[in-house]
């Protein structure tokens, strides 16, 4: 049946129910509620419903259990990952492999290469520190807090497991609520391919839920997405959210969205969580962000066939500063483009800013990008007379990458994407970042002329395979500490400095 959309509407997927002007909910057959198993040492792992229509993936076997528990065996889903050809330009099409299970205390998991012959078994992100048993092609681990893993065998970054070890839920929105829009285990579509949701409402994905439309919430307020189910095959972008206030998503996975997996513009107030997204098209953003204000972006893993995670002014009608951004505990992966950017687009009629962004805390896995002006894990492309000022890293942890810069600061103008040059690049700290790889290309900090100029940027504790860099220490005096990144700096930098933690120490307190 269709009935007009409203926020009164609940949504049944067990069988082939429809509703909330939804058609076509699907379930081949009714699928079973997500399974509890339950230890001697009352620890609990939660296994979800099977996930109809998405394909799954054959190169691992994966079981979990909670400690003197029974084993039980995991969904494992394919992703699909972006692969450049530098020379062609086409984009190769990668599979990979991804499972999902929930659990409290203790777990145990096992995971087995199904093709065999691996020599080594690497948890990633490494500063997780998670060494497991490795007996032939099966790899056993414990884990006792909710984690976002890669299972690597030998150096096979896309035939690979992306394991995602969520909480168990608790408060569940109850089917029938009035203000919940409920779809259950089950295959769900939308005559138009979009799900606009109402104000004061809750959408929940229970585990075991596909949708396969785009999520909007637009001039709405005090609304929520959560679950574990999935986003899947969206037409366009996978969700998004504009000209609102107070809006939550937790929990959910997005597959293989036709653009980028959530953009958000002119809004307050938002938190993005606990959200794992894989994307392998063009245009292919994890999270971006235009035109906001006030948002937090908290404990996601985003693999992406674009930028991870980008931080804009005004692009298209969209306008309005960035400020108050937070990014934390988030695994981020870029096939393609940058881990982090920021700044490529703005008002060049009338200038905006984005200001206070805060990185924390994150593990940047992966960087490859062949275009020498587009590199950088940590990208600041600013442009637009965009000015970028207060942002400070804490704590980044970047692993070997295949191709690309490690920093990239640049305050420029580039007519492929501005219709001017940034304003500039103002007061950048860094703190505690680490770098360790050897494929890292020259490093850049340049300013465009005297007036698109950056200064005032501090890096506190920088360190390249395990070496600091400081202007203090480590090099002969006429040495300049950025040769050790190695870092090109243009004439249009001024006070750079490269700082150990003591000596940061000692300017803070004098």
């Not at 509703?19 to 057959?29: H, R, V």
């Not at 032939?136 to 299972?151: E, K, M, W």
């Not at 695994?331 to 924390?360: C, F, K, Q, T």
């Not at 940590?378 to 000015?387: C, W, Y």
Request: aromatic share 8%.
């Amino acid at each position: 049946m269709n009935t007009p959309m409203s926020r009164r509407t609940t949504l049944q997927a067990a069988g082939v129910i429809a509703a909330a002007g939804l058609a076509g909910s699907l379930a081949g057959t009714a699928q079973a509620a997500a399974a509890e198993e339950t230890g001697t040492a009352g620890d609990s792992v939660v296994v979800h419903p099977t996930l109809p229509k998405v394909p799954v993936n054959n190169s691992f076997t994966v079981k979990v259990r909670p400690v003197g528990g029974t084993w039980q065996k995991l969904g494992v889903y394919l992703a699909k990952l972006a692969l450049i050809d530098a020379t062609t330009g086409s984009n190769r099409a990668q599979n990979s492999s991804w499972a999902a299970f929930d659990f409290s205390g203790t777990v145990e998991v096992e995971v087995t290469y199904n093709t065999g012959g691996g020599e080594q078994v690497r948890i990633r992100p490494d500063s997780y520190g998670i060494k497991p048993e490795v007996l032939g092609s099966t790899a056993r681990f414990t884990l006792d807090r909710p984690r976002n893993l890669v299972v690597q065998i030998d150096d096979k970054i896309f035939d690979c497991l992306h394991l995602f070890a969520n909480p168990i839920e608790r408060d569940v929105p109850a089917e029938g609520d009035k203000k919940v829009m409920y779809f259950g285990p089950g295959l769900h579509t939308t005559p138009d391919g979009t799900l606009k949701v109402p104000s004061g409402t809750t959408v929940y994905l229970a585990p075991g839920a596909v949708l396969t439309s785009q999520v909007i919430f637009e001039n709405v307020e005090n609304s929520r997405l959560t679950g574990r189910g999935v986003l899947y095959n969206s037409p366009a972008g996978a969700m998004f959210i504009r000209k609102c206030e107070n809006v939550t998503i937790d929990g959910i996975t997005i597959l293989n969205p036709r653009y980028e997996n959530i953009r958000v513009a002119e809004s307050q107030n938002l938190t993005l969580k606990n959200v794992r997204a894989f994307s392998h098209q063009g245009w292919g953003d994890g999270i971006q962000l235009y035109c906001s204000e006030n948002v937090t972006v908290d404990g996601c893993f985003l693999r992406t066939s674009d930028d991870c995670v980008a931080l804009y002014t005004h692009r298209w009608d969209f306008y309005g500063d960035t400020r108050n951004i937070t990014v934390k505990n988030c695994s981020l992966w870029a096939d393609v483009a940058h881990p982090i950017n920021i700044g490529v687009h703005g008002n060049s009629e009338n200038p905006e800013m984005l200001e206070n962004l805060r990185y924390e805390n994150i593990d940047i896995l992966d960087h490859r990008e062949p275009q020498v002006t587009y590199q950088g894990a940590i990208a600041f492309m600013v442009g637009d007379s965009n000015l970028v000022r207060d942002v400070r890293f804490d704590d980044i942890r970047v692993e070997g990458f295949r191709w690309g810069q490690l920093i990239h600061l640049r305050v420029e103008y580039n007519p492929k994407y501005n219709t001017s040059a940034g304003r500039g690049i103002e007061s950048v700290y860094v703190k505690d970042l680490s770098y360790n790889g050897k494929n890292a290309d020259l490093s850049i900090i340049a300013g465009l002329d005297a007036e698109h100029a950056i200064k005032d940027v501090t890096f506190e504790n920088l360190r390249v395979n395990g070496r600091v860099i400081a202007d203090s220490t480590g090099k002969p005096k006429w040495y300049l500490a950025s040769d050790g990144v190695p870092m090109f700096v243009n004439e249009h930098v001024t006070n750079l400095k490269f700082l150990t933690t003591a000596e940061a120490a000692a300017a803070a307190a004098s």
